[in-house]
């Protein structure tokens, strides 16, 4: 494997990274893989190369070795890194794929989007990124699912990609799924579960407006807040500890499975 590697590091021009899997196949057989030497190798050829192994179901966030970049929460939800003292910055990756499989399968148990947007979003609430996984054809070409999926979250990002790529963690509560990130001047809030208006002959469940949320522990001074889809101003008050907003229901007709707010931060 070692020699594969030094013809790609050596031959392919400048790699962005390496992303090993199936590590815990030969679990409890010693340095089987030999990580001091993989690593160096690479480091030697690529220093900038980001090094990845993936961890499996059961060691979510864990790093492994030193050397490691960013951690993996396959098929689980991330949580945020504690990065004190740590000699470099430590990203994550969350992985997961768009059925039960990896590639193309036999299966037709196919996520929700909603369970895709909300893992997507969760993500961000940690500062991990998110690997989605499709499995193309053996001629390349897509089912009509999969590219179904593409187009709604696709459509979810036009509405919300800039919060998704600029935003930052900063405000995380276990338990909760509310939570907020921030970019340099702007701080955005992800709503979950929000009802839909309307009349209870044609609205499917609870559609009474959510009461005002909280947000603990939240001091950084707040200008104004409103949807990012519609452009709607949210109501707010602000104490000297807590913030809290008054999140409005979806118009009859809409549904984002998960709606951010865009708010503006006092400087």
């Avoid at 970049?69 to 949580?79: C, I, K, L, M």
């Avoid at 768009?98 to 399968?105: F, L």
């Amino acid at each position: 494997m070692r020699d594969s590697i030094e013809v790609l590091c050596k031959n392919y021009g400048k790699i962005g990274g390496f992303w090993f899997d199936g590590m815990w196949d030969k679990e409890g057989e010693g340095d089987i893989w030999q990580e001091n030497e993989l690593y160096t190798l690479i480091r030697k050829y690529q220093p900038d190369a980001m090094i990845i192994n993936n961890t499996g179901l059961h060691k979510l966030g864990e790093t492994g070795h030193p050397e490691i970049d960013s951690v993996t929460f396959e098929r689980g939800n991330p949580a945020p890194i504690n990065r004190e003292g740590a000699e470099k910055y430590l990203t994550g990756e969350v992985c997961d794929s768009i059925n039960n499989h990896w590639g193309i399968a036999n299966d037709l148990n196919f996520k929700a989007p909603k369970t895709i947007i909300e893992q997507l979003s969760r993500c961000r609430s940690a500062g991990a990124n998110y690997l989605l996984n499709i499995g193309p054809k053996a001629d390349g070409s897509l089912d009509l699912m999969s590219l179904a999926m593409l187009e709604v979250i696709g459509k979810w990002m036009e509405l919300y990609g800039k919060a998704v790529y600029n935003g930052r963690p900063f405000w995380y509560k276990e338990g909760v799924s509310n939570f907020a990130i921030r970019s340099e001047k702007n701080i955005y809030f992800f709503c979950f579960d929000l009802p839909i208006g309307g009349s209870e002959n044609v609205v499917s469940g609870d559609s009474a407006s959510l009461s005002e949320f909280k947000f603990e522990d939240f001091v950084l001074p707040v200008k104004n807040i409103r949807w990012m889809d519609n452009g709607e101003i949210l109501k707010f008050r602000q104490t000297e500890t807590d913030l809290y907003i008054a999140f409005t229901n979806y118009e009859y007709g809409t549904d984002f499975c998960v709606r951010v707010a865009k708010g503006d931060i006092y400087f």
